[in-house]
């Protein structure tokens, strides 16, 4: 589903990625792990089209199209999802209007027809209680006076509703307490499914309790240089990056 | 002063004075002596430093020869689903009502119509309260419309009488020679009375205008005012407009100047509080995509203790538009627990449009709370790509945010079909880019 091959990525004129390979097949869910300044927010950046950040070698392929020709409206259409790690909250756009536009656009951007009111009121119904959303949030501009768990809970209700067929969730766990962490997880396993990928970026194992990953990555300096099953994750938690670092020595 | 471009309105004057009610005629003469002094407010004048009216002035006007063949009024259809106003006009110089206005049956002592009739009918009340607030201002431009200004909007709400539709005042320029427009309006609120008026200027026509209007509004103790104005007129129109309002202690008004579509636009705007507990709450937006100048001068005089007002501006500009923003807000040496809030927040959307905005806060007083902002900026280019990276294309995310920027200011509409209305025309001038506002029948 999704081929990266060989990225380097620069911000600022700084190269974060150096060459990163990573496959990613439909039902799968992976995790990325490493340390701070290791490059994880960067390549979700890279992957979602943020125009920040420029890719300067290798090749992104989704779903057999070529990913670097795409502007990020259009990736999104396309099926890619990015559960941002720091949502952004934007004034006086309700979060209705904000998804029913989003909703269209891409369903526009493939041909299809508007969604119909009610049908998208429903949908909506549904989709909060599958991340326990309280009601009156969708009622508010986007992200806007949100907290920190709410606004994480608002990003797993936007990929409910959009269904995309990979999604990017770059450090979801952060800033949740464990009763949030349980209910995003809970909501990011009932979207689980054999058609859509997930790639899981956290610093923490914690998370991956919840979310069971088929494959754990270690993204370090700018390229993935381990990968394993989920036990890979358990022995970071206790040893940290020391034993990768001399690996690489 | 150039004495050039005053001079041939001087002659005009002399040429053309109408003899109207003795109200009238007072107030003309002392116009036309200030004028002579002030004359028209050129480039070096500090007030009109982000208007410049001299390639306007230069035009050749004629005044309104007030013979209209056709009444076009009588085909104007209000485009606000669910407005249900009472519906009042002043096409160029001269006032109508609309039929349904005509037969309308207000309570006891209400009045509204001609300002030039009602100076005859009611010379008492009239005198009483005509010209007093726009004599004292130092501006060549209110000394001009007193020259020639002779008739215009009236209304009159005596004590404690609420109004309960909104009462609409409808102006338009219209022909197809270049004309210069001057209307006086006045509006009389007693104690405890509530009335919500809404302004809409058009023009119609393929002439040059050089509109000038005036508005003198009284607000007597713990009545409440709601003045909404709507600028939706064509590129080749030089808009002036004047709003003058005086408050009396724990009356409350809310005044919001939107301009949509339009040529070179200067609204004055004065709030006086001149009573205790007294409200002003000022809310106004500009959007201007090909070379249309907007200019709000506002001034807030804070003339006794405990007032509050609110005032933002917000101003979208695009293609080579110029805004102008003048924030003053004056606290009198006793106008002590004031407060006073300013905000003017713009957002430029090409290199070539210019932003000027000036907060001017005058306190006296030591025990206030005011404060004021100024921002001119781009769109949120983070809040953009989130946008975007939900699939919504990069123009419809300009126009959401866009759209969200603009929001705080109609959300304070409280005509609830004027509030959808403003939605809708604001959403087709973003979207269609060119200036069409497209929402009134008179002006496609």
Redo the contacts between chains.
């Keep these: 589903m999704l081929e990266i091959k060989n990225l380097h990525a620069d911000v600022n004129g700084r190269e974060i990625l150096k060459g990163l390979n990573l496959q990613v097949n439909a039902g799968e869910i992976h995790a990325i792990m490493g340390p701070n300044g290791a490059g994880k927010s960067t390549l979700a950046s890279v992957l979602a089209g943020n125009p920040a950040f420029e890719v300067t070698e290798g090749e992104i392929t989704f779903l057999g199209k070529d990913f670097m020709e795409l502007a990020p409206e259009e990736r999104a259409a396309e099926g890619f999802f990015l559960s941002f790690q720091y949502p952004v909250e934007i004034p006086g756009v309700s979060m209705v209007n904000f998804l029913r536009t989003a909703m269209n656009e891409q369903r526009k951007y493939r041909g299809q027809e508007p969604i119909p009111a009610s049908d998208f009121l429903r949908l909506m119904k549904e989709k909060k209680e599958l991340v326990e959303m309280q009601s009156n949030l969708t009622n508010r501009s986007v992200n806007e006076g949100f907290s920190g768990g709410e606004k994480k809970r608002s990003e797993i209700f936007q990929m409910a509703m959009l269904e995309p067929r990979l999604a990017v969730l770059d450090e979801t766990d952060s800033g949740l307490d464990i009763d949030a962490l349980r209910i995003v997880a809970n909501g990011v396993n009932k979207l689980a499914s054999p058609e859509r990928a997930i790639i899981v970026i956290t610093h923490y194992q914690r998370l991956l309790d919840y979310i069971v990953p088929d494959f754990v990555h270690v993204l370090f300096d700018g390229r993935i240089v381990k990968s394993g099953n989920k036990d890979l994750a358990l022995r970071l938690e206790s040893e940290g990056y020391d034993w990768i670092k001399k690996e690489l020595e | 002063m150039d004495n050039s471009k005053e001079a041939q309105y001087i002659d005009l004057y002399r040429n053309v004075r109408e003899v109207q009610s003795s109200v009238f005629e007072a107030y003309r003469k002392a116009s036309f002596e200030r004028f002579k002094r002030l004359g028209f407010p050129d480039d070096k004048s500090e007030q009109y430093k982000y208007t410049n009216l001299t390639e306007a002035l230069s035009v050749d006007y004629g005044l309104d020869n007030h013979n209209q063949k056709e009444l076009i009024y009588e085909a104007f259809t209000c485009a606000i689903p669910g407005i249900r106003s009472h519906l009042y006009f002043v096409v160029n110089d001269t006032f109508y009502a609309s039929d349904e206005a005509k037969n309308q049956v207000f309570p006891q002592g209400v009045v509204i119509g001609s300002l030039k009739e009602a100076s005859r009918l009611y010379s008492d009340l009239v005198a009483k309260y005509f010209g007093k607030l726009s004599e004292k201002e130092e501006d060549g431009l209110i000394a001009f419309n007193g020259m020639f200004a002779h008739d215009g909007f009236f209304m009159y709400v005596p004590e404690n009488v609420t109004i309960d539709r909104p009462i609409q005042l409808v102006n338009i320029s219209e022909g197809n020679t270049n004309q210069l427009l001057n209307s006086h309006n006045l509006i009389i609120l007693e104690r405890g009375a509530k009335v919500q008026l809404l302004v809409c200027d058009h023009t119609e026509g393929n002439a040059r205008f050089f509109v000038n209007r005036l508005t003198e509004v009284h607000v007597a103790e713990e009545a409440t005012y709601e003045h909404y104005k709507i600028e939706n007129t064509s590129s080749d129109t030089t808009h002036i407009s004047s709003l003058l309002i005086d408050q009396k202690e724990s009356s409350k008004t809310l005044t919001t100047i939107l301009t949509l579509n339009n040529g070179l636009t200067r609204n004055n705007i004065s709030l006086m509080l001149n009573g205790e507990y007294a409200e002003g709450l000022l809310y106004g937006m500009a959007v201007g995509d090909l070379d249309q100048k907007v200019d709000n001068h506002t001034s807030i005089l804070h003339n006794k203790p405990n007032c509050h007002s609110t005032e933002l501006f917000k101003y979208i500009l695009g293609g080579e538009s110029q805004g102008g923003f003048t924030g003053r807000i004056y606290v009198a040496e006793d106008a002590q627990k004031t407060e006073a809030y300013q905000n003017s927040k713009n957002i430029l959307l090409s290199t070539t449009a210019r932003m000027r905005t000036k907060p001017q806060l005058e306190i006296y007083a030591d025990d206030v709370r005011c404060s004021h902002g100024a921002t001119i900026g781009q769109l ?1 280019e ?2 953009m ?10 123009d ?2 300009r126009l ?2 866009m ?6 200011v109609i959300e304070n509409i409280r005509i609830e079909a004027l509030k959808d209305r403003i939605k809708l025309m604001l959403e087709h001038r973003l979207r269609s880019g060119v200036s069409q506002a497209a929402s009134c029948i008179l002006c496609r």
């Design positions: 949120d983070t809040a790509f989130y946008l975007r990276s939900r699939g919504i294309s990069e419809e995310a959401l945010l759209y969200a920027f603009a929001a705080d």
